[in-house]
């Protein structure tokens, strides 16, 4: 008799992450250990850092989710892991664990690319409506892509890819953005949470369209002209004592919650914030309306970490819905990197038989 539990594991990047779901919807755990303090001295993920941190809370990681969900590991009735994109490393840490899981329980094992399980963090939590193609949009610290998902006679997912960025993901920009600024790591947070304090309109960042050679990826995007841009401001305004300041002063309390930083800006440095994430919010939504219209897609998701933003949360709602569209996004635990939407994404193909071949590795380039 199949219990409907899955276990999932993710390590793509800097979160060891494992969940049971029931069925594909129900999370009864999720848990999820971050490393963001470890790299936050870096500025950014160190991939042998990760992967020896992965290594020490694989372990206890899945211990706890199988506890806090009540269930012994014998009633699972499949393991669920991040084949990729991510970092190789880390990939191989949770691979190779949920392949001995899968072995010594005898369980089916299901591989899942890291950007299904984004999409399936919102699919789980809100069914798209089925008059049409579902266009997706995955925007976080490595991925800025939009797709095109249909659904299968075998019921699992199928995606073309109908645009990416070219350059720096949406996600990186905001870090980079806010390293610029001396802010923490990382960044989206703190321009999210400072951005309401600003000028949105005070100064104007363009994006130009993007040439692509390919015929159909018509929906590309570019964010590395804005973090140049906001670079030339910095340097043209002589910001610089401002920004070491603040960077001094968050060093001392790197603990100091992001919202109340803003006792550390000056109001020039507050509209920069708030005009870089009023531009970057504008392109990812202008881009995504623009491709469902292409595509007659009338359900739109949205998912990965920057869809954690208030503001892109806020306009994507006002202006897909006077056009007619739905827009889900996930809650906000699900919406940065957690194996509840591996597991999530498993079951479809679980339920398909599309279980993992005994050599499957790590995929680092893998695409969706
Ligand atoms: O999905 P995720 O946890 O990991 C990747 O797969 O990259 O995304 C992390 C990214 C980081 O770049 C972070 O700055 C950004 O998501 N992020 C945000 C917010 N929360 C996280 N960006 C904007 N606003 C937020 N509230
Ligand atoms: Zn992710």
């Avoid at 992450?17 to 160190?46: C, E, P, R």
């Avoid at 202006?319 to 479809?348: C, K, Y």
Wanted: with cysteine.
């Amino acid at each position: 008799m199949p219990s409907g539990l899955i276990l999932g594991i993710e390590s793509s990047c800097d979160e060891t992450a494992a969940s049971v779901v029931k069925n594909g919807t129900q999370v009864l755990s999720n848990v999820v250990a971050s490393q963001i303090a470890l790299h936050a001295a870096y500025g950014g993920v160190v991939p042998e850092l990760a992967s020896r941190e992965h290594l020490r809370n694989i372990v206890p990681v899945v211990r706890s989710a199988i506890a806090e969900a009540g269930i012994v590991f014998s009633d699972l009735d499949a393991i669920a892991v991040t084949e990729g994109p991510g970092l190789p490393g880390a990939l191989l840490v949770g691979i190779l664990y949920a392949k001995s899981l899968s072995f010594g329980l005898d369980k089916p094992l299901i591989a899942i690319n890291h950007l299904e399980g984004h999409i399936h963090a919102v699919l789980m939590q809100s069914a798209p409506r089925t008059d049409g193609p579902l266009l997706a949009l995955v925007v976080s610290g490595g991925h800025t892509h939009l797709y095109l998902a249909t659904l299968t006679p075998s019921n699992t997912w199928t995606y073309r890819n109908v645009g990416k960025t070219v350059d720096d993901a949406a996600g990186e920009a905001y870090d980079k953005v806010a390293k610029l600024l001396g802010l923490g790591y990382p960044g989206g947070p703190w321009i999210d949470a400072l951005a309401p304090f600003g000028n949105p309109a005070a100064i104007s960042f363009r994006f130009g369209p993007i040439d692509t050679k390919e015929k159909d990826l018509r929906f590309n995007f570019s964010f590395s002209g804005i973090k140049t841009a906001v670079l030339r401001y910095i340097q043209a305004h002589a910001m610089q004592p401002e920004i070491e300041a603040r960077r001094s002063a968050l060093a001392l309390t790197p603990d100091l919650p992001p919202k109340d930083a803003a006792a550390l800006c000056n109001q020039q440095t507050l509209d920069l914030i708030a005009s870089f994430q009023a531009s970057v919010v504008g392109v990812l939504i202008r881009q995504t309306l623009a491709a469902a219209e292409a595509f007659g897609a009338k359900s739109i998701v949205v998912s990965g970490g920057v869809a954690a933003n208030r503001e892109l949360r806020e306009r994507f709602h006002k202006e897909s819905e006077s056009r007619g569209l739905s827009v889900a996004f996930p809650s906000l635990a699900l919406s940065t990197d957690n194996a509840a939407m591996i597991a999530a994404a498993a079951w479809p193909r679980l339920l398909a038989n599309e279980v993992a071949p005994e050599s499957m590795s790590a995929m680092p380039q893998l695409r969706l």
